[in-house]
């Protein structure tokens, strides 16, 4: 696996990405990650969250959280 962080402060971003790839880390153990707050890894995290969010809503499994989520509202 690798990854390529480019922009102001990519360094301070790509210290997350460097530890979440020695340990194995999916996307959804970084998206539920205390972050320290505010801090340019935040993006990472968001991004994070909404690919776990994205693949939690999508198949059938995704199809019965939607209907649940209609309930309740």
């Known amino acids: 696996m690798a990854c390529t962080i480019v922009g102001e402060r990519a360094g ?3 210290n997350e990405v460097v530890l979440a790839i020695k340990h194995g880390l999916k996307l959804k153990e970084l998206a539920s990650t205390i972050h320290a707050y505010p801090t340019y890894s935040t993006g990472l995290q968001l991004l ?3 690919v776990s969010v994205e693949n939690l809503l999508s198949g059938a ?3 019965k959280v939607r209907w649940l989520s209609t309930l309740v509202r």
């Open 48 to 50: 994070s969250t909404d």
């Open 61 to 63: 499994s995704g199809k």
């Open 12 to 14: 301070e971003t790509i």
